[in-house]
C-alpha cells in the first residue's frame, strides 16, 4: 500500500535534537517560522493553521525571544535528550550567576558581538574570574546561540569570535619518587590508606576511585574495572556511567595496592559484622551496603570533602608538600612516565585519557631530577 504523502505546500518536518522534540518550517510571508511538537502530527497542525491566518491575511506571530529565555529553552532541551544530571548542573551554574545575570533581559535578536565583548571584559575586570571560567562559560553560550542559529531564530552568531583572556598553564610539579615513598609511608595507620595508596598507584580520578565497587574489583587477576563516577546532588547519590568510552577500562593493580585492598576488605567485613545489618525498625543505626569499597562507618559512599579534609590533614602532618588530592593521579603518571614503565600510547589508556594528544600536552615534558640522570647518563657514555 502506498504511503499518503503530505503537499510539498506543507513545508518540511524534522525531529529537532536541541529541544527534544519535532520541528517544522514553511515559508510564510518572506520568511520562515518555526514550530515545535511533541509529534509530526501536532506540528503538521500547528503549520496548517499558520497558513490559513496567512491566506486570511493576519500576520504570523514569531516568538520574541530574550537571551535568558532561550538559554532556558536550550537547558531543557539538553535535559530532554538525555544529557548526564551533571552536564545540567554545569550548564545551570554558569547560567544562573553569569550568563543570565548579565545577558538575560537583552532579547536574543538584538545581541551583537560589542555587547557580549563588553560582558567578557566586564567578568575579567569586575568579577575578577579566572581565565579558565570565564572560557567555560562562553563556550556555553556559544552552544546554546548556535543552536538558535539552527533554530532559525537568529541568523548567526554574535559569540563566535570573541576577545578571551589567555590561559596561564600553571607547570605541574607532583610528588617525585621520594616522596610518593614517604606519603606511602604516612597513610599506613590512616582509615583511608587504601584510598589513598589506590590514587597514587592508578592514577584514579577521585569521582572514579569513589564510585568504585567490590564488584569490579578482581584481587586474584590483580584487575579493577572502571566504569563509573560517583556524584553527589540533591542530598542523593548518583552513580553516573564514564563520560567517554576512553574512560571505561580495565587498569592492572601493583601487588602492594593489591595486598592493602584484601586488609581494607576484611576490615570493612568486621565493620559490618560489628554494627549488624539495617533495619529500618531493629536496627535503623545498622550498615546499609553501597557495595561500595571506600565507605563510611555505615557502609554509604564517602563525600569528597571529607576524603579531602583527611588527605589535607595527613600530608600536613607528615610535613610533605602541599598538593591536591588530583595531583595524586599527576604523581602516578610521572612516576609511571619517569621510570619507563609505560609507553605514551600505554599511559594515554591507563589513564582513560579520549586521545594520546591529552596525555601529550600533560605528561610528555621531564621533570628537572629526569633530564639530570639523563644528562649523567650522556655523560659517562661521552667519557667511556
Keep these: 500500500m502506498a504511503t499518503k504523502r503530505r503537499p510539498n505546500s506543507d513545508g518540511s518536518i524534522d525531529w529537532f535534537a536541541p529541544r527534544g522534540c519535532y520541528r517544522g518550517q514553511i515559508r510564510l510571508d518572506g520568511k520562515r517560522p518555526a514550530f515545535y511538537g511533541a509529534s509530526r502530527k501536532n506540528v503538521l497542525e500547528q503549520m496548517r493553521a499558520a497558513r490559513a491566518d496567512s491566506k486570511r491575511g493576519l500576520v504570523v506571530g514569531e516568538k520574541k525571544w530574550t537571551t535568558g529565555a532561550w538559554l532556558e529553552e536550550f537547558v531543557a532541551g539538553r535535559a530532554k535528550i538525555g544529557r548526564k544530571p551533571g552536564t545540567i548542573q554545569d550548564y545551570r551554574y554558569y547560567l544562573d550567576y553569569y550568563l543570565i545575570r548579565h545577558l538575560g533581559s537583552i532579547p536574543l535578536k538584538e545581541l551583537r558581538r560589542p555587547k557580549l565583548q563588553a560582558f567578557v571584559d566586564q567578568l575579567v575586570k569586575e568579577d575578577n ?7 567555560h562559560c562562553v563556550t556555553k553560550l556559544r552552544t546554546a546561540l548556535k543552536h538558535a542559529v539552527a533554530a532559525g531564530i537568529i541568523e548567526t552568531s554574535p559569540a563566535a569570535v570573541l576577545d578571551l583572556p589567555a590561559v596561564h598553564k600553571v607547570k605541574k610539579n607532583p610528588y617525585n619518587l621520594e616522596e610518593a615513598k614517604a606519603f606511602l609511608e604516612a597513610v599506613i595507620d590512616h582509615r583511608f590508606r587504601a584510598l589513598f595508596t589506590l590514587s597514587i598507584t592508578t592514577a584514579l580520578r577521585e569521582g572514579e576511585a569513589l564510585a568504585l565497587k567490590w564488584e569490579n574489583v578482581d584481587l586474584e587477576a590483580g584487575t579493577i574495572e572502571v566504569n563509573n563516577t560517583l556524584h553527589r546532588r540533591d542530598r542523593a547519590w548518583h552513580f553516573e556511567s564514564a563520560k567517554t ?15 592493602v585492598l584484601a586488609q581494607h576488605r576484611e576490615s570493612q567485613r568486621a565493620e559490618r559484622l560489628l554494627i549488624g545489618d539495617y533495619d529500618k525498625k531493629d536496627n535503623p543505626k545498622g550498615w546499609m551496603d553501597s557495595g561500595v569499597v571506600f565507605a563510611t562507618h555505615k557502609g554509604g559512599p564517602l563525600l569528597a570533602r571529607n576524603v579531602l579534609r583527611s588527605y589535607t590533614a595527613l600530608i600536613a602532618k607528615a610535613g610533605l608538600r602541599k598538593q591536591t588530592y588530583h595531583d595524586l593521579r599527576h604523581a602516578c603518571s610521572r612516576l609511571l612516565r619517569e621510570s619507563g614503565a609505560m609507553s605514551l600510547d600505554e599511559l594515554s589508556k591507563f589513564l582513560g585519557h579520549a586521545s594520546i594528544q591529552i596525555t601529550s600536552d600533560f605528561y610528555l615534558h621531564l621533570s628537572v631530577e629526569a633530564q639530570a640522570k639523563s644528562m649523567n647518563k650522556l655523560q659517562d657514555a661521552l667519557t667511556s
Aim: proline content about 5%; aromatic content about 0%.
Design 129 to 135: 574570574l579566572s581565565s579558565r571560567v570565564i572560557r
Design 245 to 259: 568510552e576512553s574512560s571505561k577500562r580495565t587498569i592492572a593493580m601493583v601487588p602492594l595496592l593489591m595486598t
